[in-house]
T-cell receptor, first 115, second 113 residues
């Protein structure tokens, strides 16, 4: 059974640009959550999508957005990139809506560098 | 304000000895706690969890202890092995997080042969 895949694995952008990251969950999983990992802040929750609907959103500015398609694949978009957006972006999938009781499986992440 | 805190950024332990990783939380609405392990260039992988109705959960070499009155949990690894060297994240979920995981900043464990 294939795991969670994320593309691209590495990305370099400049300030002001926008970026789209993709996440393909494990087959059959309907929930996709996105997290930002930085050295100073650890893993911070961005948002969760379940059955194409945003279920929860963390404390990030509106420049961060996402969507989920009917096949459960998800994309996140960051517009007007800032230097502080440099981070590892992780997505995680689960069968049911995210909770501590429903194991979340993480992808390897996309390393975004903003110059 | 950070709701899940791992105050030790790093820990070094000799192979065969016990590793103890600590985690504190502030939100009493959390009812489930998890530990994830992360190797470089990989995503975090689930290690062990504990419900707030328990005070201990054991899985092989890994044991998690929960002290609700102190809002503190710890992960014990006995005996520690070099392959355990990784970053360990503590996470919590519950009504206080609408189900999503709230992570600590992680503790980097180094197990020396």
């Amino acid at each position: 059974k294939a795991g969670v895949t994320q593309t691209p694995r590495y990305l370099i952008k400049t300030r002001g640009q926008q970026v789209t990251l993709s996440c393909s969950p494990i087959s059959g999983h309907r929930s996709v959550s996105w997290y930002q990992q930085t050295p100073g802040q650890g893993l911070q929750f961005l948002f969760e999508y379940f059955s194409e609907t945003q279920r929860n959103k963390g404390n990030f500015p509106g420049r961060f957005s996402g969507r989920q398609f009917s096949n459960s694949r998800s994309e996140m978009n960051v517009s007007t990139l800032e230097l502080g957006d440099s981070a590892l972006y992780l997505c995680a999938s689960s069968l049911e809506p995210a909770s501590g009781y429903n194991e979340q499986f993480f992808g390897p992440g996309t390393r975004l560098t903003v110059l | 304000d950070q709701q899940v805190k791992q105050n030790s950024p790093s820990l070094s332990v000799q192979e065969g000895r016990i590793s103890i990783l600590n985690c504190d939380y502030t939100n009493s609405m959390f009812d489930y706690f998890l530990w994830y392990k992360k190797y470089p260039a990989e995503g975090p992988t689930f290690l062990i969890s504990i419900s707030s109705i328990k005070d201990k959960n054991e899985d092989g070499r890994f044991t998690v202890f929960l002290n609700k009155s102190a809002k503190h949990l710890s992960l014990h690894i006995v005996p520690s092995q070099p392959g355990d060297s990784a970053v360990y994240f503590c996470a919590a979920s519950g009504r206080g997080s609408q189900g999503n995981l709230i992570f600590g900043k992680g503790t980097k464990l180094s197990v020396k042969p």
